[in-house]
């Protein structure tokens, strides 16, 4: 079945700078690609996603690039704030049940002042 | 909007025992999902429920039970609580599609000791 590996368990970063997490997955046929975010002490919340049939996709501060070729996915935060501050999971969607993704083990992002 | 409530916040049991989480929506999802999440592994289904009367094992589904008593709740049950056994359980809704957005609720910490 699928997986999905995220790279970077822990990433620090000044505010203002960007920040950016690579997650990559192991099933070809794989075309949904979500984020989530999980602030301290909170659960965990959807923020961007992007389908196969793109290769980049931005909503404010937030992009997404996927390189299908490379089985690889990141999230780009931009002009990082202390709000940003959080774990972030990347996942990926299976492709033999549109009911379920596969997340990773999640980064934990540093925002320091 | 709306909102999933998870009982109890916090659950402290004894090697052994059987458990029951509780998990309600007012969203009017039809899909709902339990998670299991341990530090530092990023988030594993453990049974989820596309419809009111779906009832489907996830990949850790070993050792737990489920129940969807209506569409707005749905239970999760430890069957035999494992001696020193530490996890946040997530509970999950989404609209009846393809890859939907999932919508989380605050957890349950479960500490068997």
């Known amino acids: 079945g699928e997986k999905v590996e995220q790279h970077e368990s822990t990433l620090s970063v000044r505010e203002g700078d960007s920040a950016v997490i690579n997650c990559t997955y192991t099933?070809?046929?794989?075309?949904?690609f979500p984020w989530y975010k999980q602030e301290a002490g909170k659960s965990l919340h959807f923020v961007i996603d992007i389908r196969s049939n793109v290769d980049r996709k931005q909503s404010q501060r937030l992009i997404v690039l996927l390189d299908k070729k490379a089985k690889r996915f990141s999230l780009h935060i931009t002009a990082t704030q202390p709000e940003d501050s959080a774990i972030y999971f990347c996942?990926?969607?299976?492709?033999?049940?549109?009911?379920?993704?596969?997340f990773g083990k999640g980064t934990h992002l540093h925002v320091l002042p | 909007g709306g909102i999933i409530t998870q009982t109890p916040k916090f659950l402290i049991g004894q090697e052994g025992q059987k458990l029951t989480l509780k998990c309600q929506q007012n969203f009017n999802h039809d899909t709902m999902y339990w998670y299991r999440q341990d530090s530092g592994k990023g988030l594993r289904l453990i049974y989820y429920?596309?419809?009111?009367?779906?009832?489907q094992k996830g990949d850790l589904s070993e050792g737990y039970d489920a129940s969807r008593e209506k569409k707005s709740s749905f239970s999760l049950t430890v069957t035999s609580a494992q001696k020193n056994e530490m996890a946040v359980f997530l509970c999950?809704?989404?609209?009846?599609?393809?890859?939907?957005?999932?919508?989380f609720g605050p957890g349950t910490r479960l500490t068997v000791l």
């Open positions: 999950a809704s989404s609209i009846l599609g393809v890859y939907a957005e999932q919508f």
């Open positions: 996942a990926a969607g299976d492709d033999t049940n549109a009911y379920k993704v596969i």
């Open positions: 429920s596309i419809t009111e009367n779906d009832l």
């Open positions: 099933d070809t046929a794989s075309s949904y």
